[in-house]
Each structure stands twice: as C-alpha cells, then as structure tokens.
C-alpha cells in the first residue's frame, strides 16, 4: 500500500447500518455510496463508541473513550488541549479540511440544567482541572450572527480549512447560514416554519420546508466539498477532507423533489413494541405515553408513535438520505475528473443511529438497541478494489488508529483505539468485544436521574449495565438477533452474564486514562 494516501472521509448523522442500497435497503435508493462498497470494505458489525453526537465524534477523532477524553455527553466541549489524530496527519504534511458539522463544541447556547445533580461546590476553585481560559463558543449562534465571515483558529482541533455547519434540518448555522444570508435577502422567510408547504403528515418532526435544493444544507456542504477537492489537485501535500452532513438527523425537512421521492406506504414497521417480550421500564413509559397521548417534554428525546408517524418517518429519512447519495455522487465525480482519486481513500461512516421504527422508537435515547449503537461504514482503498464485506467487530474509536497506519503514522501515547487495518487486507476479528459508553445529559421517560449506561457487545450477546438502577440487559444475538427478549433475569443465562460482567469490567478497566508517559520510575 501506499503510505501516504489522501482521507476523504464523508459522515452522515443519526443514520442506522440497514439504511442503505447495498445493506439490502428494500426501499432505499443510493447507488453512489453503493458504489463504495463495490469497490471497497463494507464493515457489518461496526459499532459506536457512544450512541450520542458529540461523544462519539470525539471519541472517534481523539480515538479515546468519552470518560477520558472529557466530552461524555452533549454540552460538553472537546477540550482544545485534546489532540486528534487530524494533528498527526497535519504535522506529518497533511492539509487538512473540515467541511459541514463537526460538533466538537456545543452549538447551541442553552445552559446545562442539573435537575437531578446539585453539587456543593468551591466557588473559588470549582473544577477539578484547572480552567484553560479559552472559549468555547466557535459554533454557537451568536458568533456568526454577523456578517463579517468568522475565521477558526489553526488549528481548529488539527483543521487546517474550516466550513462549519450547525444544527440539523433546514435551520443550520455557522458558515452556511453567513452565506445563505449573502445568497437571498429573503432567507428567514424561507426558513421560518410557519411557513411551511402544506402536507398531510402527522408525524411532529416532519417538516416541508420552503427552502430549495440549492440553498439547503446538504447542497452547501456539497459545493464547499467540491471546490476544496479542485484546490487540491495541483498541491503535492496529501489531504485530509472530513465532509460531515448534518442529515438525515431530524427534524425530517427533505426539500423540493426529496420531499415526496419516498411513499410512506412502501415501507413497513417489522418491529414493534409489542415485539419484545419482557420491555424495560424506559420501553414501558415511553408506549403508556403514546397511549396516553403524552407529547415528549422536547424535540430532541426519542418518543414511541404510531405506525403511520413511522412510516412518514420512514419516506422522509429516505428523502433526506437520497439527496446526500446524488452529493456523494458529485463529489465523487470531482475526485475522478481531478484524477485525486487514483490516491483517495474514501471513507463513509455516520456518528450513531437511529430507531426508525424500533419497538416503535424514533429518535435516539437511552434504550441501547442495535439501530442506534450499529453504524455503516465503508472503506474504500484505490490499492485494493475488491468488494468485501468484514464481519469482525470494529468501532468508532478505532478509526483514528487506523488511519494513521494507513497513512504510516504512529498513534500518540493515550490512544485507547486499535486499528482494523488487517480487518481490510486479510480474514479475521481484531476486536472479541465492544464496549459503548453512553451518558446522557437529561432525564428520560422512565428514569429518575441522567441515565448513565455501559454497554458490552460480542459476536454472540449484548449486556447493558445502568448506574445505579437494579436492573440490566442480556440479550443473545445469535439466537434473538432483534433483542426481542432481555435474558438478564433467566437461571439459564447465569454463566453467560457472569462471563459478560467480567469481560465489561476488563474492558472498563482497559478504559482507564494512562496519563502523560512517565520519564522516571519513582
């Protein structure tokens, strides 16, 4: 291989492994991204390192589980002292590019609640690290409510070139709204939701959004993408191009031709809630909710709905997910008409999943099922063109690991990611297990305090532990491969839950902060 590769790695958002053409998709259109995995490594059992935005994506950039690397949940900045394993190519002679969301900073300005946490505090010295006096307001609001374009910092977490998106849907911010405000002087009427086309869907996240195709999101990122790649072609230096879409994240807002691309009625709900035998409480209160007719207290916590809210769900997500493919499509046509692809590795992978139908679950929450902990991810390597598909356990915070092998680079000291580089070249796991951190940052249906969960996956079983709660999960997923019956309780699954905890308090262990490297032993 060649040890000095161009990175195009293209993220969608809260997008769950089965939704794609070349998953088997029975509705879903994406022939571009397809064409990835004809020439390149489908990853069937590649998990998250956290079901969350934020943790996950610094997780996978840092490649450091979120209890170390200090982002453990939305809120929560990525600590600029934090390196990634962007800085390593950017110092090995990379430039590197980051085009769309990167969500390494919170990019909304709404303080932290601490309904269920009110700590007794020094008000002198409040934190146990010291404060490193930066701000951590580069993708909120207010910074580009201006009309002067906002330059990052270099590096921007080891971004040398940054187009920011923020936010999801039609109402994105950072660098894209500054320039949606230069292309219409009529863009708030265009993205105020009162305004909306006229529809029949019921669904509360769907959306008709006025805005068109070419102003939207997704288009944007698009363009951006393709212009950075043509900047590239005559520069001896390899790049490093991070191209992050913020869909198909609801809301559900596909514009113009996506918007009814997909009929609600092709698709169909395989897994509802009655399907599980013995629910948790969360699954309990989220359907007596649904019974009872109770809205969620926001639009960012999963909820349970009816079969036609679904299925809307369904066609839209489809919509959404068709417009990044014909995106993908075009910049993979810059890539060729460029000739960069003769040394592109392309990557396609998404930040967590979602339940799309789910025991009748939309959204993403505390309920660690497959659809929400399994994502896609693809690489495809010009030196080796074969399809195949790698059925080993891998997970987010390994990428960066490999990466850097790939592209002949040492990791740094404290990265907890390995690589699956030899996953790609030759048969065989790395990985006998996963572990997935997941700490949310509000109280969920079913729950008294901020859920705090550890999950523990293997080719045969699942285990979900929660802080402070009595109960847990254990499911097999050979036998029950939807996780429709939790094992946690059954005198025939001691021996199995007794390996489980072992392997997850290893695996916990493994998980401990190294700390700097020691120059003496004491």
């Not at 982002?71 to 002292?81: A, D, I, S, Y």
């Not at 910049?331 to 799309?356: A, K, P, R």
Request: charged share 20%.
């Amino acid at each position: 291989m060649n040890n000095q590769p161009n990175i195009l790695y293209i993220m969608t958002d809260q997008h769950r492994a089965d939704w794609l053409g070349c998953v088997g998709h029975p509705q879903l259109r994406t022939p571009h991204i397809d064409s990835l995995a004809g020439r390149g490594t489908r990853f069937s059992n590649f998990y998250v390192t956290s079901p969350v935005c934020m943790p996950n994506r610094a997780a996978i950039f840092t490649g450091r589980y979120p209890s170390v690397n200090g982002l453990r949940h939305n809120g929560l900045p990525l600590p600029v002292n934090a390196n990634t394993f962007v800085d390593i190519l950017r110092a090995g002679g990379y430039h590197t590019a980051c085009i769309g969301k990167s969500h390494f900073q919170p990019f909304t300005d709404r303080p932290f609640e601490r309904a269920d946490e009110t700590p007794v505090v020094n008000e002198c010295i409040p934190e146990a690290k010291k404060s490193d006096g930066c701000s951590y307001a580069f993708e909120q609001p207010a910074t580009y409510s201006g009309d002067e374009w906002v330059e990052f910092p270099q590096p921007y977490y080891g971004f040398d070139h940054v187009r920011m998106v923020t936010g999801h849907g039609d109402e994105c911010g950072g660098h894209y709204l500054q320039w949606l405000r230069r292309q219409t002087a009529d863009w708030e009427r265009l993205r105020d939701r009162r305004n909306q086309l006229a529809h029949e869907y019921s669904n509360p996240q769907a959306i008709r959004t006025l805005v068109p195709e070419e102003l939207y999101p997704t288009s944007y990122i698009r363009n951006q993408a393709r212009d950075y790649l043509a900047t590239r072609s005559a520069e001896e230096k390899p790049f490093f191009a991070f191209v992050s879409f913020p869909d198909p994240h609801h809301p559900f807002t596909p514009p113009g031709k996506y918007w009814d691309m997909y009929d609600p009625d092709e698709f169909t709900v395989d897994l509802p809630f009655s399907a599980h035998r013995n629910p948790p409480p969360q699954l309990v209160e989220w359907n007596r909710m649904m019974v009872t007719g109770v809205d969620p207290e926001n639009l960012q916590q999963a909820f349970m709905a009816p079969e036609n809210q679904i299925r809307e769900a369904m066609a839209l997500t489809a919509g959404m997910l068709t417009m990044i493919d014909d995106a993908v499509g075009d910049i993979l046509q810059t890539l060729t008409e460029t000739g960069l692809d003769e040394n592109t590795v392309v990557i396609f992978n998404s930040d967590h999943g979602d339940y799309m139908g789910a025991f009748s679950l939309l959204l993403k929450g505390p309920f660690p099922h497959a659809s929400v902990n399994r994502v896609p991810f693809i690489w495809a390597d010009p030196s080796d063109p074969e399809p195949k598909v790698a059925d080993g356990l891998a997970a987010s915070i390994d990428i960066g690991p490999t990466l850097l092998e790939r592209c002949g680079f040492l990791p740094y000291y404290g990265m907890q990611g390995q690589s699956f580089l030899t996953q790609i070249t030759l048969p065989g796991p790395i990985r006998h297990c996963v572990m997935i951190e997941h700490e949310e940052n509000k109280v969920y249906p079913g729950f008294k305090a901020r859920p705090i969960l550890r999950n523990l996956v293997t080719e045969s079983h699942r285990l979900t532990i929660y802080k402070g709660l009595g109960f847990g999960e254990l499911y097999d997923l050979v036998d029950d491969p939807d996780e429709t019956h939790n094992i946690w309780d059954d005198a025939a699954a001691k021996d199995i839950k007794s390996d489980m905890m072992m392997a997850l308090n290893q695996a916990m262990l493994g998980a401990i902060e190294p700390g700097p490297w020691p120059k003496r032993i004491a």
